[in-house]
Antibody, heavy 123, light 106 residues
Framework: EVQLVESGGGLVQPGGSLKLSCAAS????????MHWVRQASGKGLEWVGRIRSKANSYATAYAASVKGRFTISRDDSKNTAYLQMNSLKTEDTAVYYC??????????????WGQGTMVTVSS | SYELTQLPSVSVSPGQTARITCSGD??????ADWYQQKPGQAPELVIYEDSERYPGIPERFSGSTSGNTTTLTISRVLTEDEADYYCLSGDEDNWVFGGGTKLTVL
């Protein structure tokens, strides 16, 4: 079964840090780019960033709203992607999803989604 | 950075056709995808590469793009189609979602 499972969410104070994990199974993780998307309560989806595969030099890209504060990494030996979040702000409060694609969508449309993990930034 | 514009809401009666549009300059050069999201659930891919229906998605769902506007069309709308719909597009380094359209089936 193709699956993504996020973990690591929780409550953190403004200015603090948190690291999310995304465990993958059922597809060729090492060959796939991994993306993170977030959604504040009652709001729309926001693309956060992505990391490409080893074949593409693990290249990363980020939304302007998180660039310089968030870092995406991956461990292909563990089939896991990570989102390191530093200097957190209250506006980073959201459900964070990891997402990727299978061979069904060669253009890279996101056909695999995790269930999401909640991050709350509050004092 | 890119922007994609969607109307916040669309309402239709069961059996009618719903058209949800998404506009932005990025659509002139890149594919668009459409995602359906129901309350408390993760998004699900409905249409990819402008007009390709994802496996398992009913034929009632179709997509098209003309110029800088992409359109998700839902024919013979059912109550179960009530959800938020988001378009997505971008290049290799920058992806953007539209603001989302809430489809209400009256």
């Amino acid at each position: 079964e193709v699956q993504l499972v996020e973990s690591g969410g929780g409550l953190v104070q403004p200015g603090g840090s948190l690291k999310l994990s995304c465990a993958a199974s059922g597809f060729t993780f090492s060959g796939s780019a991994m993306h993170w998307v977030r959604q504040a309560s009652g709001k729309g989806l926001e693309w956060v960033g992505r990391i490409r595969s080893k074949a593409n030099s693990y290249a990363t890209a980020y939304a302007a709203s998180v660039k310089g504060r968030f870092t995406i990494s991956r461990d292909d030996s563990k089939n896991t992607a990570y989102l390191q979040m530093n200097s957190l702000k209250t506006e980073d409060t959201a459900v964070y999803y990891c997402t990727s694609f299978t061979v069904v969508t060669p253009s890279g449309a996101f056909d695999i989604w995790g269930q999401g993990t909640m991050v709350t930034v509050s004092s | 950075s890119y922007e994609l514009t969607q109307l916040p809401s669309v309402s239709v009666s069961p059996g009618q056709t719903a058209r949800i549009t998404c506009s932005g300059d990025v659509l002139g050069e890149n594919y668009a995808d459409w995602y359906q999201q129901k309350p408390g659930q993760a998004p699900e891919l409905v249409i990819y590469e402008d007009s390709e229906r994802y496996p398992g998605i009913p034929e009632r769902f179709s997509g098209s793009t003309s110029g800088n506007t992409t359109t998700l069309t839902i024919s013979r709308v059912l109550t179960e189609d009530e959800a938020d719909y988001y378009c997505l597009s971008g290049d290799e380094d920058n992806w953007v979602f539209g603001g989302g359209t809430k489809l209400t089936v009256l």
